[in-house]
């Protein structure tokens, strides 16, 4: 019963989610239980792949990027029958990696090869993470950032977090226009995405349990935010949890020495690296450890550089309005963007 219970809450939350960014009213995640192990299990992640989740008109899909275009996993996997995983959440489960680079092969020696690849420029994408147990974020944890808002140094990092109806995906929408908002604000992070269950998390053992990281963005109502000292108002607005629109594996990007930017409309506003993190990816893995068990598919929002408008003097700040488009691109990790309505 509490199991039934747990995945009807995930697949009500992930319908809300398509609402808000413009899909269809309905995008049920492909099952993937007999591709799952138990969670902690030991076990070695996925490496060296570059994954995506394509929205369907029926749900959604694993994508794999190539230099082919995205294999559509699910459509060559109902074809060529290799045993690979059709679902981000099949992967991050212990889905068969060895198994999806069979599948790749055989599709690209197919003569139906152009039937199971799809051009990054005509592909839809859902969240590179669709079923995270936890979203976690992290606050005032780049340097220069602490210091435009005024703000101390943390001792610890401080946190906060989304619901899941918070998940956003690359090209989505978020409709300011119907929240009682209006300070709306962006904020570029790296995020990363947990590959093993685990708690007491030593920082030595943390990047054994880091699966990859993706591009993200904590779009935030900061009259919201300032409302109370607790910040989950603001920062958890249907569809202000941007991410993708790739999950890399994190042997391919090292998560503290990242280029990161973001744009409006064109016009640069952040830029940095985060090499400027005050606790970097492990530190964060552990601390979060410690306190509440981790598991395969949670995220971790690291926090964002400076250049925000809150950073702004007040006479100089003018808030993100209706028709703004806003990119984040992250060295490795790609470019992700969305706009307002």
């Known amino acids: 019963m509490e199991q039934d219970r747990r995945t009807f809450l995930k697949t009500s939350a992930l319908a809300g989610a398509a609402t808000v960014t413009g899909a269809a009213a309905t995008l049920p995640v492909v099952p993937a239980a007999a591709q799952t192990r138990t969670l902690g299990e030991p076990r ?13 008109g029926s749900g959604y899909s694993l994508g794999m990027r190539t230099d082919r275009g995205i294999l559509d996993v699910a459509i060559a996997e109902a074809d060529l029958r290799e045993g690979a995983p059709t679902t981000i959440t099949a992967v991050l489960n212990g889905g068969d990696a060895a198994a999806l680079r069979r599948l790749e092969a055989k599709a690209r020696a197919s003569a139906n090869a152009p039937r199971y690849y799809i051009a990054e420029t005509s592909a839809q994408f859902g969240p590179c993470v669709t079923e995270p147990d936890k979203i976690l974020c992290i606050g005032l944890n780049y ?13 610890q990092p401080v946190l906060f977090s989304k619901f899941n109806t918070a998940l956003n995906h690359h090209d989505g929408i978020v409709k300011v226009s119907g929240e009682k908002a209006t300070n709306f604000d962006y904020e570029a992070e790296l995020v990363i995405v947990i590959g093993r269950s685990g708690r007491n998390i030593s920082e030595a053992d943390a990047p054994k349990y880091i699966f990859g990281y ?8 900061r009259d919201l935010q300032s409302r109370s000292t607790q910040w989950l108002l603001g920062k958890s607005l249907d569809g202000s949890g941007v991410i993708g629109p790739w999950l890399v594996t994190s042997d391919l990007a090292d998560g503290d020495n990242l280029k990161i930017s973001l744009k409006v409309n064109g016009e640069e506003r952040q830029n940095s690296n985060t090499s400027d993190l005050v606790f970097n990816c492990k530190q964060l ?17 690291t926090g ?9 003097p007040p006479d100089k700040r003018v808030w993100l309005k209706p028709g703004d488009r806003i990119v984040t691109s992250i060295a490795k990790l790609g470019d992700l963007a969305f706009t307002l309505t």
């Open 44 to 56: 070695e992640m996925a490496r060296g792949l570059t994954l995506a989740t394509l929205r369907k």
């Open 143 to 155: 340097r220069k950032h602490i210091a435009e808002m005024n703000a101390q140094v943390p001792k």
């Open 214 to 221: 993706c591009t993200g963005n904590d779009f935030t109502a």
């Open 285 to 301: 893995v552990s601390y979060c450890s410690d306190y509440f068990t981790l598991k395969p598919g949670d995220l971790i929002f």
């Open 304 to 312: 964002t550089p400076s250049g925000v408008i809150s950073g702004f």
